[in-house]
């Protein structure tokens, strides 16, 4: 169960009624955060064509059910590549680029890097060059593997989150594969990444349908820092015991 201690939260809300398509927007998502139910899809595109020889497609969750589709599309292909999570009987991950599919083994993957609180990272990366993907999913990541090796991507790339209930933040995609160090500066950190070259959360066009919420994102109340005084006045009490 997750845990929900020190969550602080502001219950203001953008509400698209079921059955209703909301317009393209666009804005700075920073300390935003979509709420989906099911039936619901969340939407972002590209604001120019992108020519893609490679990706790295990240996001933050907060889910129960492991299932769900991510698809990215572009001018040039409306299959494009797609992630689809495990189900209930079939511990997989699938990465599909372009009509060729690779698995990942959900309990074959090894520690990485930690975790943003209380999110749950979700990130892929693929070259087309080598056609080499790895999954960086919970901190862990997957082993690489080669699908859909050569082909390119070009045009207006829209990225579609569908099959999806709970929560998605801080979606990102790249038109290359990230280094290990900027992939570090995403999961771990939280900042000193690179800007998204095709899809970025501060500047982005989004659009939703069915019951989904644009709302704040939640936020872990700050520790109070020791002043110098109170930190010296513990030092005193600790030489004396």
Not at 137 to 163: H, P
Request: aromatic content about 14%.
């Amino acid at each position: 169960m997750m845990d929900w201690a020190l969550l602080s939260m502001c219950f203001l809300a953008v509400v698209i009624p079921g059955g209703q398509s909301a317009s393209w927007q666009k804005g700075n998502l920073q300390g935003q955060m979509f709420s989906v139910m099911s039936g619901g899809e969340v939407r972002f595109r590209s604001d120019a064509p992108s020519n893609v020889t490679g990706l790295t497609v990240c996001m933050r969750v907060l889910i129960e059910k492991l299932y769900y589709r991510v698809q990215l599309t572009f001018g040039n292909s409306t299959d494009g590549v797609s992630y689809t999570g495990p189900f209930s009987t079939v511990p997989l991950h699938y990465l599909r680029v372009e009509g060729d599919t690779v698995s990942f083994e959900k309990f074959s993957m090894t520690l990485s890097f930690e975790q943003q609180w209380p999110w749950r990272n979700r990130c892929f990366t693929w070259e087309s060059s080598s056609g080499m993907a790895q999954l960086w999913f919970d901190s862990t990541m997957s082993i690489r593997k080669g699908v859909g090796r050569g082909q390119v991507f070009f045009g207006q790339a829209e990225l579609t989150i569908s099959g999806f209930e709970g929560q998605v933040s801080d979606v990102y995609v790249w038109g290359s594969a990230l280094s290990v160090k900027h992939l570090y500066c995403y999961l771990a950190l939280g900042h000193s990444f690179p800007p998204g070259s095709v899809l970025d959360w501060r500047s982005v066009q989004y659009s939703t349908s069915g019951y989904a919420l644009l709302e704040p994102t939640y936020v872990r109340p700050f520790l109070q820092k020791p002043t110098r005084r109170g930190k010296h006045e513990r030092e005193r009490g600790l030489r004396r015991d």
